[in-house]
């Protein structure tokens, strides 16, 4: 971050960071200029769907043929799509890249409405003709496509009606991109001085970092004066959370499901149980979390412990910086399980320009990783030197990245694009190969409890924390759907009594953290986020199975990566090695958790 104003560190321009630090789009596009060009001959074949309509029960030729066009159509524009959203999260108050962002969306709702008679009519082929169809060499490619397609026939609407349901694509997501802007743009959050008495800009970027500072007066004023920023603007976010909430259960009843939560879980063909079977394990095992609890506010020696007093590391001392290289070798160091040809690749691209490394004043928060069938697999970061959990972000993101590029090169366009639900498992596997290798390496007994300490948090932050939003979004979905106004004070009640029943009745909730449903980006992405339960309690099994098995563990987990979608996700990870529709792995994950908490309380 650059110097300037009286000492105040603040984000530099786009424009002011180092080409050598961001990522290189040229394998989506060299150019803007390029992409307009391209955009404008995507729009040119959005008439030929005309040319089918009419047609796909005619024979299975002409479906083939249609499916094609369709595919090919898909595929230019997921690679356009996706060079506007990266050029977009550069710098969200940009004005270029938002106009190809709503250009692009304008001609995507454009190819969905011209495009919205192709499930109608698949529909209207009697079932049995179509089951012979299927078996036929012209239509084999595309035979579990259509298989999942047809699944779906109760929830398929007539073509006029879908036609207005596609209609609706360019202002479906008006509420979560206001969110953004409002978060990432246009609210402002001042400056901290930090512990070493350094003027930090406060950002959705820099909190968490702010929030592992030693001096617990650094910790509660970046919490207090973010969430001031909020107060001041719950109201907008809770209408804007609101809308996203009754759009999904308007979708949802509109085609025909029970709920929300049944219609985001029927994609994958995942039980309602896996969720509920979830949030009883968690429930099930939040003792060992208050307890959690009980033993940080003794380590740090606190009278009383808040949410800001839970990311500070319990061993500060073995804190080290990392560089970019330095992550990237201990990262590659820790892959080393996956053999030569997953580490050397990805090594190539973090040190080459797969990544856009550093925060940037306007950049999009957080991280993630954004790849398509014939690109790169780009990989955003905000990378903070002093904080170790960005190396984890980063093994994290690569694992994204990998799982990407083993499933283009495995699979046809059409089930390379693995689901969400299989994604965190690919991702947070990596961490915890790199919490293996650092284990393996520890020197002392307060080195291991730094790492443990660590992997508490892991697990804390990523299942038991995960699952408190998941049940917030099933609650609050329930409220939608019941007709009951989500507003600011139903959210922030919600939110409290799942609070009070995860941190436990030793833990001060300082009323502000209820505004923190207001701040998940997640949500207006709903039932996402127990996928990322699910995913490190499969991890955490099958990384054991890997670092500890032979070749033939190894083999069954880069068959899962070179899967796509090929197979439904459970199936695909039962194939791994983990069945998640038993109790057991995240019973495990759990378990590991609660021994990890009493190993820490005889080290600290």
């Known amino acids: ?176 991109k206001v969110f953004r802007q409002l978060t990432d743009a246009d609210m402002k959050f001042g400056s901290v001085s930090t512990g070493a008495g350094e003027q930090v800009e406060l950002s959705n970027a820099t909190f968490v970092t702010l929030l592992h500072d030693t001096s617990r007066e650094v910790r509660r004023t970046a919490f207090h004066q973010y969430y001031a920023q909020y107060e ?157 959990e960005h190396v984890f972000t980063l093994a994290h993101e690569a694992g994204h990245s990998m799982h990407t590029r083993y499933s283009a090169e495995a699979q046809p366009y059409h089930y390379s694009g693995y689901t969400i639900f299989v994604a965190e498992v690919a991702s947070t596997f990596n961490e915890q190969l790199l919490t293996r290798l650092l284990l393996a390496r520890v020197t002392s007994p307060k080195e291991r409890a730094a790492i443990i300490a660590r992997e508490i948090d892991s697990i804390r932050s990523t299942i038991v924390r995960q699952t408190m939003f998941a049940e917030f979004e099933r609650k609050s979905h329930a409220s939608a759907e019941a007709g009951e106004p989500l507003t600011l004070e139903r959210l922030r009640g919600i939110y409290r009594e799942l609070l009070d029943a995860y941190f436990g009745p030793r833990f001060v909730i300082d009323k502000q953290l209820e505004l923190e449903c207001l701040r998940i980006p997640h949500f207006y992405n709903a039932f996402y986020v127990y996928k990322y339960a699910t995913g490190l309690s499969a991890a955490i099994t099958l990384a054991k199975r890997v670092a500890e098995g032979s070749e033939k563990e190894l083999e069954a987990y880069l068959a899962f990566l070179k899967g796509g979608c090929s197979k439904w996700p459970l199936d695909l990870l039962r194939d791994a090695g983990v069945d998640l529709e038993k109790p057991e792995p995240v019973a495990t994950a759990l378990s590991r958790f609660g021994d990890l908490v009493d190993e820490l309380g005889t080290l600290l």
Not at 122 to 144: D, G, H, N, Q, S
Not at 308 to 325: G, I, M, S
């Open 1 to 176: 971050m650059a110097d300037v104003n009286g000492g105040v560190k603040r984000l530099p321009a786009r424009g002011d960071v180092a080409v050598g630090d961001t990522w290189d789009l040229k394998s989506l596009f060299s150019s803007d200029a390029e992409w307009d060009a391209a955009l404008a001959e995507w729009e040119k074949r959005i008439p030929g769907f005309a040319a089918f309509a009419g047609t796909l029960g005619s024979s299975a030729e002409r479906l083939a043929e249609c499916l094609a066009y369709d595919l090919a159509v898909d595929r230019e524009g997921d690679r356009l799509g996706t060079y506007a959203h990266l050029r977009a999260s550069e710098d969200q108050a940009a004005a270029d890249p938002q106009r190809m962002t709503g250009r692009f969306q304008h001609v995507a709702t454009l190819a969905g409405e011209k495009a919205s008679f192709i499930r109608p009519e698949i529909m209207a082929i009697p079932p049995a003709t179509l089951a012979a169809w299927m078996k036929l060499p012209v239509l084999a490619p595309y035979e579990l496509l259509l298989e999942r397609l047809t699944r779906t026939r109760p929830h398929v609407l007539s073509e006029p009606e879908e036609k207005l349901l596609a209609m609706q694509g360019s202002f479906a997501g008006t509420a979560g």
């Open 232 to 388: 001041a603007h719950a109201n907008t976010l809770a209408a804007t959370l609101s809308g996203s909430n009754e759009r999904d259960a308007y979708a949802a009843k509109v085609r025909h499901y029970p709920s929300a939560v049944e219609a985001a879980l029927f994609a994958d063909n995942v039980p309602i149980a896996v969720y509920d079977q979830l949030i009883a394990a968690v429930h099930a095992h939040l003792p060992a979390v208050h307890r959690y609890y009980d033993l940080r506010k003794r380590i740090l020696g606190l009278d009383e412990i808040h949410h800001y007093d839970c990311y500070v590391p319990l061993v500060p001392e073995l804190e080290k910086r990392h560089t970019w290289n330095d992550a990237v070798r201990v990262v590659i160091e820790s892959l080393a399980p996956l053999g030569a040809d997953y580490s050397t690749r990805l090594e190539r691209g973090l040190l080459g320009r797969w990544c856009d490394r550093y925060p940037n004043a306007g950049k999009q928060s957080g991280a993630f990783s954004s790849g398509t069938y014939d690109s790169d697999p780009y990989i955003l970061m905000n990378f903070q030197e002093e904080a170790i």
